[in-house]
Structure formats: C-alpha cells, structure tokens
C-alpha cells in the first residue's frame, strides 16, 4: 500500500471489491487527514455520554484492548477514565494518527499494529476487556475471517472478561432502505455518508467533505442477529444488544447496534 497515495483505488468494477484486506487501500493518508471531520470528537462525546465507561466498569474492566483504534477517539477517552489502553490498529496510516491525536492532548498511547485475525501473534497479554468499535468490524468480508477474529478476540479475554463489538443498524439498510442518521456515531455537519449501494454482501458507502473530497468505503452489511449468532458459537455466553446506547430500542430504528458479550461462564447461556 501506498499510504500517501491521494486515490483510493477500486480496480475497473469497485462493486466487485469485497475483500477483507482492502481496508489497507481505503484508509490511504488523505482520508484519514480528515476523518476527525466525519466524527468530531466533541459531538460524539456528547451523544454517546459515559455510556462505554459504565458497562466496562459494570463489569469490573481495568485493562482495556482497544482493537479499533482509528484516529484514537475511545482510547483517548479511556485512557482519561482511569483505565489501561493499548491501542491496536491494522492500518499503519490510522495508528499513526491517534498516536498523534493523543500526544496533542498530553497522552502517549501503547501502540500496536496488528491484523484481528492473528491479534495474538502481536499481542502477547490479557485483557478485562476488548472493544471493537466504529463499525469496524463490517470490514471483514469473509465468514471464516469473522470467526477467527472473534476467536482471537474470545482467547485474548480474561476468564470473566467481556467483549463490546458495534455495527451498523444494516438490517434497516437492507429492508427498509433506512438512511443512518449520524446523530450518534459519525457526528460532523460537514460531511456526508451514504450507502450509494446495498445488496446481502455489500454496503458501498460515500463519504463528501465540504472541500469537494469523496471517498468509498466498502464494508459486509452485517445483520444483527447473524453477528449475535457467531458471538455465542465462538465461546461467548451471554449477549446483550443496545440500539444507540439504549437497552430498549423497539420503538424506532437505531443508527448502530452495540453488543456487549461476556466470556464469563452462564450454565445455559443467556442473552438479551
């Protein structure tokens, strides 16, 4: 991968790239220069409040694996909550910016880059907690490739430790052709984000900058219940869903849905 390169490059038939390993030429340098547009760290603090600090100390985490790390964001946030960070990322470009957004902010993070489907070749310790946020686990196009990431995910926990993983509300997508409202996740008024094509296998989306810059992201339109499904048959006994930081969400489409799955033993299993 060029990481300078200003070109995303999507081959003659862009809506044929459903491979796992283009994310490395989707976050190219000039992307992620303006990714903190598309979130805005101060809006998003806003809508999503403490939400992700009191379920990981509800559950008694302290050393927390950031698996997603994009621009620094959460391990920012959790790193000025008390807790222990390490921040992994398998695209050099992103790790290379949240190291720099937290120095910015007086935080050097413990960085590591690494592909979730060998974490544990790079990462060699144990965590209360794993979060896999920023609906990054939708760029994992292949079944076996989710599966090996949840494992190494599930093998890299804690006895009783817990694993909060989001998506996108893609069911909503696909059914009810939903357009996300942004008012949670990706919180700046300055760009646009929309799925310019959806079918069972892919969600292509657009991303406008007020500069006139677009860029794609290719991702699998995960369905709720099917990433529920692979959370227990990995190992994990118990899955509560929240839709936008809500437990009960029925009465409207949430924009993302949020798993929390816990590794701790529950004879039966349980979920909610």
Not at 9 to 28: F, K, S, W
Not at 46 to 75: C, P, W
Not at 84 to 105: C, I, Q, T
Not at 221 to 249: A, I, M, S, W
């Amino acid at each position: 991968m060029n990481d300078s390169s200003t070109t995303q490059d999507y081959g003659e038939a862009p809506l044929e790239v459903r491979d796992t390993n283009q994310y490395q030429a989707e976050y190219i340098r000039s992307f992620v220069a303006k990714w903190d547009e598309l979130i805005d760290w101060d809006r998003r603090m806003s809508s999503e409040g403490e939400f992700f600090i009191e379920v990981l100390r509800k559950h008694g985490a302290r050393k927390v694996l950031d698996a997603a790390t994009g621009t620094g964001f959460h391990s920012v946030r959790l790193h000025h909550a008390g807790f222990e960070v390490s921040s992994v990322d398998g695209n050099p470009v992103m790790l290379a910016k949240a190291f720099e957004n937290a120095l910015d902010r007086n935080i050097i993070l413990r960085t590591v880059q690494a592909d979730w489907r060998w974490l544990n070749r790079d990462v060699h310790d144990l965590y209360d907690a794993v979060i896999c946020l920023g609906n990054s686990f939708t760029h994992l196009h292949d079944e076996n490739d989710r599966r090996k990431a949840l494992a190494e995910f599930y093998a890299t926990l804690r006895h009783d430790g817990v694993l909060i993983l989001d998506q996108r509300n893609y069911d909503a997508i696909l059914d009810q052709d939903v357009e996300p409202s942004h008012d949670y996740y990706y919180c700046g008024d300055s760009v646009r984000a929309t799925p310019e094509y959806v079918d069972d296998s892919l969600a292509r989306f657009r991303y406008e900058f007020a500069g006139g810059e677009t860029y794609h992201l290719n991702m699998f339109p995960l369905r709720r219940n099917y990433v529920r499904r692979l959370l227990h048959e990995v190992g994990f006994q118990r899955v509560t869903t929240y839709g936008d930081f809500q437990q009960t969400y029925r009465d409207g489409e949430p924009d993302f849905f949020i798993h929390v799955a816990e590794k701790r033993y529950v004879e039966g299993g349980e979920s909610e």
